[in-house]
């Protein structure tokens, strides 16, 4: 027994999407959180430990939510087999945690009269219980933990309340079990799936006396918050507020940012002796980093609006609202969460779309994010519309170079929904999955649980677009630098670089789109990052510090550049795949080469086209 | 599929017939109603996966026979999608993929 004791338990976490498990991991594990994808899949592992009074380390493993174990999408079958013991390089769990919103117990009995047939050791943690209770909705724990054979725990994750009683329970629980029982699930068809929701009826019947006070608030906030207009207005109005937080409330942090490694760079500049450790050091690894920690501001409020929305209920109803829009272009209700993200970045977009189930529609998300204009995009547009487009006013009211922001920002999400219609028309024939999708009840967020959330994603995106940029910038820094320029050139040195030389062979292709051989030159190093171009374009030029003297740059490109050449450019912009780490990204998240193959091809010919009609038109208008 | 129909009568023959049958892919907001079959019937429609997979979904989902329901909300462009109250929870789905859901209406 006391041998028992010592050893660490196992404890999977299972439960229904919204019924609080995250928050209950979190309140288990005190939010720390070891997260890793599970071998061979993108689906994210997360798992923390927990010590018991008697000393005793229990591992806590957090399953991806599920309906059942009949699985439909990568994060289904490894909730499924990590249950049924079946996952490679994964212990099996030595007792199952079932969690089940307190408030919502229909499906949940049916999950776990599944939970049975596995065979192992079950405890049903009834969460979200205070709630029930204010609801005056009564259940019969004794009688239902007889029923289903497994103990009941109740618990409020959110205010830490039961997880003592929890952590005791899995404990008594790992010790009881002697042997296990047979292994008895298999898919259920649709008569046992009958069955079962027929039994557990019963048990509702049995055991559950309905809410004296039920919801009433999520009803009336719907009826505002789903109205066919005031719906759409409102969500609009949110969007609008989003991006003007995630826009201007990042500026002050990234510029912070932006300072603090331009400082280090100085810094490390005065130590080191100059040469080519310090060029690596200074305009490779510190350079690299800075264009990474850069966007951490944006995509710390981006993350935190859609935790917010996550964790009140909202984005179900977004999706319910963008549905038959997304549904028109061939896209899932759900693809508006990743997509919405790739506003700030494609790579934090791409990494979520594994909410969604169907593979191809996946993919078909995975494709056209990068196509959303990604802030990376903004100094790059900023610059060329500043150094080509008139500063003047339209219609009384509108800035001309707002306009034409706002047209390149158009243009990208129109050209998304246009390649996912064409993907969905003529190479994957076909409707998309059945979209189904509970609406959950309204919940105030809880402060601690979504700045945990926070942190988490923010060191998850951190550390793996870090993994994948860091390496790149140094090639691209690499492609740059050699080789040198030899004594008493006349032209800047990064024209007898690698870089020069691939600027200088691809350009005669690039003619056609109006693009001279300093475009073509800075597009090379460009596809480090896409903001990169605008530095690049500052050493072509010799304007020094390109992104201290924007205007200076910005002057030199309206004396050189044509109307057309600066309008191709941008629309070039609009399309190219000039950003490596998000080829990159696509590469781990598909598993395969194909995938970041398909959306260069794409990107790359689009790009082509877009800037070759712009420039051509442009000319005959009388532009060039 | 002889369990399925098995069900179906049984069902059929439970519920008292007093108001008529719509599929949920045709009813309107405000209607509600008591669910009589999910039918995993060929409809030529095309919902990514087979018909049997849709009818295994919806059940799953807590589309099943003898569940109170009502249809809450529907979307701006087509009435589609619809958001409905089945039993104590609220779902989504779209027509396309609600027609083989048989609701027998209250109202007469």
Redesign the interface.
Same mark, same amino acid.
């Given at each position: 027994m006391s041998q028992a004791a010592l050893s660490p338990a196992r404890v999977a976490l299972v439960g229904n999407p919204n019924s609080g498990k995250t928050a209950l991991f979190n309140a288990l594990t005190g939010g720390r959180a070891k997260v890793a994808n599970y071998a061979g899949v993108t689906v994210e592992r997360k798992e923390g430990v927990v010590t018991t009074v008697t000393g005793r380390t229990i591992h806590v493993l957090d399953l991806p939510g599920t309906y059942s174990l009949r699985a439909r999408s990568p994060d289904e079958v490894v909730t499924r087999d990590a249950v049924l013991g079946q996952l490679a390089g994964e212990t099996p769990p030595d007792v199952i945690v079932c969690v089940a919103d307190a408030t919502n117990l229909r499906l949940v009995l049916r999950l776990i009269l599944e939970l049975k047939k596995v065979g192992r050791p079950l405890v049903l943690a009834l969460n979200m219980f205070d709630i029930a209770q204010r609801q005056g909705l009564r259940i019969d724990l004794e009688g239902l933990s007889r029923e289903i054979g497994a103990p009941i725990v109740t618990t409020v994750a959110t205010r830490k309340r039961g997880i003592e009683e929890l952590v005791a329970q899995i404990d008594a629980t790992t010790l009881a079990a002697a042997t296990l029982d047979a292994q008895t699930w298999r898919e259920p068809d649709a008569g046992e799936i009958r069955d079962a929701h027929r039994e557990a009826q019963r048990l509702m019947k049995a055991y559950v006396r309905p809410p004296e006070r039920p919801d009433t608030l999520t009803g009336k906030v719907d009826s505002v918050l789903l109205h066919p207009v005031w719906g759409l207005v409102i969500l609009l109005g949110l969007l609008l507020v989003m991006f003007q937080a995630v826009f201007t409330g990042a500026t002050p942090l990234m510029d912070l940012i932006d300072a603090a490694m331009t400082g280090l760079g100085g810094l490390v500049a005065q130590v080191l002796p100059e040469g080519l450790l310090r060029s690596l050091i200074v305009d490779g690894i510190v350079a690299g980093v800075g264009s990474v920690l850069v966007f951490l501001p944006q995509i710390l409020i981006l993350f935190f609006f859609i935790i917010m929305l996550e964790d009140s209920g909202y984005m179900a109803r977004a999706a319910f609202l963008m549905d038959k829009i997304m549904g028109g272009a061939g896209l899932h209700g759900r693809a508006f969460i990743p997509l919405l993200s790739s506003f700030a970045c494609a790579i934090p977009g791409i990494m979520s779309t594994r909410v969604i189930d169907n593979k191809r529609d996946r993919l078909t998300t995975i494709l056209v994010a990068p196509l959303m204009t990604c802030s990376a995009r903004i100094p790059v547009y900023t610059l060329i519309i500043g150094a080509v487009i008139p500063h003047r006013t339209v219609g009384g009211i509108f800035s001309l170079q707002g306009l034409v922001m706002f047209g390149l920002y158009a243009a990208g999400i129109l050209s998304a929904l246009g390649v996912s219609f064409v993907m969905r028309r003529f190479f994957w024939r076909g409707m998309s999955e059945p979209f189904m999708m509970e609406l959950p009840t309204y919940k105030k967020p809880d402060p601690t649980n979504v700045a945990r959330n926070l942190l988490m994603r923010g060191q998850i995106f951190m550390s793996r677009a870090g993994r994948i940029i860091l390496p790149l910038m140094v090639l691209v820094w690499f492609l740059s630098t050699f080789p040198y320029a030899p004594a008493g050139a006349t032209e800047p040195a990064i024209d007898y670089s690698f870089a020069g030389m691939i600027g200088h062979f691809i350009q005669p292709a690039l003619a056609p789109i109006g693009f001279n051989w300093q475009m073509s030159v800075a597009l090379v190093p460009g596809m480090a990052a896409r903001e990169v171009a605008v530095a690049a374009l500052g050493t072509v030029y010799a304007v020094g510090d390109a992104e201290a003297a924007t205007g200076g740059l910005s002057a030199r490109l309206a004396a050189q550049w044509s109307l057309a050449s600066g309008l191709s450019f941008l629309a070039w912009y609009v399309f190219a795949p000039q950003c490596v780490a998000t080829l990159g990204v696509v590469k781990r998240e598909t598993n395969s080469w194909l995938w970041p193959a398909v959306m260069f091809g794409y990107m790359i010919t689009l790009a082509y086209l877009a800037a070759l009609i712009v420039y051509q038109v442009t000319v005959a208008l009388g532009g060039g | 599929m002889n369990? +399925?129909s098995m *069900?179906r009568v049984t069902m059929a023959d439970a519920t008292p017939e007093v108001g008529i049958t719509v599929r949920l892919s045709d009813a309107s907001v405000g209607d509600r109603g008591v669910i009589v079959d999910?039918r995993?019937d060929l409809d030529g429609k095309?919902?990514?996966?087979d018909v049997?997979e849709?009818?295994?979904?919806? +059940?799953?989902?807590?589309f099943?026979?003898?569940a109170r329901i009502e249809v !809450?909300?529907?979307? #701006? !462009?087509?009435h *589609?999608?619809i #958001?409905v109250r089945l039993? *104590?929870?609220?779902? #989504?789905?779209?027509r396309? *993929?609600a027609g083989e859901v048989i609701v027998l209406l209250d109202r007469p």
């Open positions: - | 369990n +399925l *069900d999910v995993a095309d919902h990514g996966v049997e849709l009818q295994r979904r919806l +059940l799953e989902f807590g099943v026979e003898g !809450i909300h529907e979307g #701006a !462009i087509g *589609d999608p #958001a039993d *104590d929870m609220r779902v #989504a789905l779209r396309r *993929d």
